[in-house]
């Protein structure tokens, strides 16, 4: 597969993303936060183990592989925990910036953890992304003190955990494929969300009174098949190809969905912000996107993560 064409999946999995933003705003309202990230991880790993197992039935892993998957698992069940706990707490706003974060976090981890090089090019394709989707978000939504100081707090760790989730992802991928990263990851991850989401249940049982209506169920099918499954492997795809430094440049491309389906679906108002940060962010991913990154000691093997 072409450079150009591997980075198309992780493109896709932003895309996927954000429709998924909207998706889970609206699921917020009905479905406790921890709980729905339970229902979305359980629907994303059947999902994935189905086809993990069609492809590739004869895999088998020893405890200590198996204890590689479940550390990845670990990161991504906390990174998600607070970016939905987060997420419920603060304004839209506040934490569509705050998750710009993760991107920057990524990008540094991959530099400084296994050695990617980065060049100016790539450098100066990051920090108009970064000022791209700045300019669409506060554009759009402004900023303001209407969040939860403890909401941003988990916002930025949840940004910080899909960095480490990302970063040390690599070994497995390289190791194995990015279908059975996804995948194992997903799977291992299932317990804690379901600790997560008993707790949740312990502490606000009113909370648990919703019905359970095909609109709920079809919401939960495109969080986890969609916005987990296709997602996550997509994200790990290009991750095959290309380094982790230069994928983090398109997570700047979840907003942008988030605005522009907010105005066709919603009727929200779009404005200059759209277009000019959209250009501005579009330039950025084409100029990361088209440098090279190197990977010194992101092939060491699983034990890594």
């Known amino acids: 597969m072409s450079r150009s064409v591997a980075a198309l999946a992780p493109l896709g999995a932003a895309v996927l993303w954000g429709v998924l933003y909207v998706v889970s705003t609206w699921g917020f309202a009905v479905v406790p936060p921890l709980t729905l990230a339970f229902f979305r991880m359980v629907v994303g790993a059947a999902v994935l183990l189905v086809v993990v197992r069609v492809s590739k039935p004869r895999r088998t892993f020893s405890r200590r592989e198996w204890r590689s998957f479940a550390v990845l698992g670990g990161w991504v069940a906390v990174s998600i925990a607070t970016q939905y706990l987060g997420t ?22 991959a530099v400084t953890v296994f050695d990617e ?24 939504s ?36 990015a279908l059975e990263a996804a995948t194992y990851a997903t799977l291992t991850s299932l317990p804690l969300f379901g600790a997560f989401a008993l707790a949740e249940y312990l502490l606000r049982p009113a909370a648990f009174g919703f019905a359970v209506t095909g609109t709920l169920v079809a919401a939960v099918a495109y969080l986890g098949a969609f916005g987990t499954a296709a997602a996550w492997y997509l994200w790990y795809k290009g991750m095959e190809y290309v380094g982790a430094a230069t994928i983090a440049v398109f997570f700047f491309a979840q907003p942008v969905v988030g605005v522009a389906l907010g105005a066709l679906v919603l009727g929200e108002p779009v404005g200059a ?5 959209g250009t501005v962010m579009a330039v950025g991913i084409y100029l990361a996107s088209t440098t090279d990154t190197t990977v010194e000691r992101g092939e060491t093997g699983a034990d890594e993560s």
């Open 88 to 109: 419920a707490l603060t304004s839209a706003g506040q934490g569509s910036l705050v998750t710009l974060l993760t991107p920057v976090f990524t990008l540094v981890l």
């Open 142 to 177: 402004g900023v303001d003190a209407g969040g939860n100081l403890l909401g941003s707090g988990l916002l930025v760790v949840a940004g910080g955990t899909f960095a480490v989730y990302t970063v040390y992802g690599k070994p497995l991928i390289r190791r194995y494929s």
């Open 117 to 140: 090089s980065l060049s100016r090019r790539g450098a100066l394709g990051m920090t108009l992304a970064t000022v791209g989707t700045v300019a669409l978000v506060v554009g759009r």
């Open 273 to 277: 912000p759209l277009f000019v940060g």
